[in-house]
């Protein structure tokens, strides 16, 4: 067989491989909702009323490593939890950014800034908008002279790629990749 067949064989048989095995997918700050699929993280454990433990993994994601190995999640669901991250957000966002796969992707919500979404809730410590999002992935809407400011910036975020942004009840709605 000539190396082009051989090569293809073996592309044919890492995509079945991908096919076949389960995805890895993580609820990040999953508190008391259990989602099925989904690996469970939260900073602590919540028990439900026939105490079961309603956290799969307990992490501080603020502070701590996230407990996976490079490059192995497929999905990280993060809905209504950035809102809550003080100081460890960026470390957060870069334990994502690691233990994605490069076809991995990280979606989920947060409120619009000045909404009553974004403010009713006490322990919000962090507010955005769609342009918050250009310090992720390279663009900066707010300085028209520097568009590109974030990508210069040491800021210490990983880079991401945008597949979808919007705003939709209040809440921003993001899908992205870790661009590896």
Not at 168 to 180: A, E, G, M, T, V
């Amino acid at each position: 067989m000539s190396f082009q067949g051989e090569y293809l064989l073996d592309e044919i048989d890492k995509k079945r491989n991908l096919m076949d095995r389960e995805l890895i997918k993580i609820n990040l700050g999953c508190g008391r909702q259990r989602k099925h699929g989904y690996i469970g993280i939260d900073q602590i454990q919540y028990v439900d009323k026939k105490s079961n433990e309603m956290v799969d993994r307990v992490v501080d994601i603020e502070k701590s490593k996230l407990p996976f190995e490079d490059d192995r999640i497929d999905e990280i669901l993060a809905d209504n939890i950035f809102e809550h991250l003080g100081d460890g957000f960026i470390h957060a966002l870069n334990e994502c950014h690691r233990v994605l796969r490069p076809t991995g992707k990280l979606v989920g919500t947060v409120p619009l800034a000045g909404t009553k979404e974004d403010f009713q809730d006490i322990t919000h410590k962090r507010h955005f908008i769609e342009e918050s999002f250009g310090y992720l992935t390279g663009e900066n809407k707010a300085m028209d002279n520097r568009p590109s400011h974030p990508r210069y910036a040491d800021y210490g975020v990983l880079p991401w790629k945008k597949n979808e942004l919007f705003t939709k009840n209040n809440l921003i709605y993001f899908n992205l990749s870790p661009k590896k």
